[in-house]
């Protein structure tokens, strides 16, 4: 598979990149994109909910009124949970909510996610470039030459540039990273994958180990 090379202008260089049919070419699986962006989106959860169970809850621990002859339902202490101000039931807990899954699977959920996106032609290779300063105009006026200005896009970079990085943080619904950042959640939420050159072959080599 091949694909053209543009400047940050938009225009066709002339110059053409030969991608790796193992990544690009592949019937996408959806179910190992579905198991890593699960995974992906459950290591974001902070999981440090917590309510008090009856134990934890700092009242009298006498008994509020006689076992019997009172015509009600016996009642042994105020931190029972059906009276307000007692513990809760079966409360939420501090916890982890990652799970695990094997490397392949991770591979060919990224592999599959790059396939997906080469089939809905929603891939642009771009010449490396830099900004000289961090300045969030620059990075608008490549997003403006591509027609891409309220379109989630997303920047591959071979390794950070801050340049790049700073120039981009501001404009909503425009992410950058690297190839080695790179995650399968942000290669399904973006609408356009722009790559650059250079990070091609990096990708390549990893995902084809």
Do not use: C, W
């Not at 006026?141 to 200005?149: K, P, Q």
């Not at 619904?173 to 356009?192: I, P």
């Amino acid at each position: 598979m091949e694909l053209s090379v543009l400047n940050i202008k938009g225009e066709d260089t002339g110059k053409k990149v030969s991608v790796s049919e193992e990544i690009f070419g592949i019937e996408p699986n959806t179910h190992a994109i579905y198991l890593d962006v699960k995974l992906y989106l459950a290591n974001q959860r902070q999981g440090t909910h917590k309510s008090k169970e009856r134990a934890e809850i700092n009242h009298s621990t006498r008994k509020i009124k006689k076992q019997k002859g009172t015509g009600g339902a016996r009642a042994g202490s105020i931190k029972s949970p059906v009276f307000v101000g007692g513990g809760r039931i079966f409360g939420p807990r501090p916890r982890d909510y990652g799970f695990k899954i094997n490397k392949k699977v991770k591979v060919l959920a990224r592999k599959s996610a790059f396939s997906a996106k080469a089939q809905s032609d929603s891939i642009s290779v771009l010449e490396a470039f830099s900004f000289d300063a961090p300045k969030t105009k620059s990075y608008l006026n490549v997003l403006n030459s591509l027609a891409l200005v309220n379109t989630k896009t997303l920047l591959i970079l071979p390794s950070v540039d801050s340049n790049v990085y700073l120039s981009s943080r501001n404009i909503p619904k425009a992410k950058v990273t690297t190839v080695d950042a790179v995650n399968t959640y942000d290669l399904m939420y973006a609408d356009r994958l722009l790559i650059s050159e250079s990070a091609l072959s990096i990708l390549e080599t990893q995902l084809n180990k």
